[in-house]
């Protein structure tokens, strides 16, 4: 059975560019009581840009594993579709 521990959302002091606050994220999910993923999610409620930025990391999180064993995707969340990127400077929605 999944589930998620939920941290507390950490929130920035205003942006320099628009005076919003940006939120943070932090998800930990676990499989059986195993940790299985985590997650991060950053959004801003004042930027023109109406994104969501999350990155999801997948694999082994025992005591002796490495970053290595363990894979990544970072995607932007426009709207309802998810539009994949190469870099965070190709962010468009």
């Known amino acids: ?11 920035s002091e205003p ?42 990391s997948l694999g082994e999180w025992g005591e002796d594993s490495t970053p290595a064993q363990r894979m990544r995707v970072t995607l932007p969340l426009c709207g309802l579709r998810p539009i994949l990127f190469k870099r965070l400077n190709d962010l468009r929605c």
């Open 15 to 56: 942006c320099q560019c628009c005076g919003g606050l940006t939120t943070s994220l932090t998800r930990f999910v676990y499989n059986d009581n195993n940790a299985y993923a985590i997650y991060y999610a950053k959004f801003s409620n004042n930027h023109p840009e109406r994104v969501v930025v999350a990155t999801v």
């Open 1 to 11: 059975m999944l589930n998620i521990e939920f941290e507390p959302d950490n929130q």
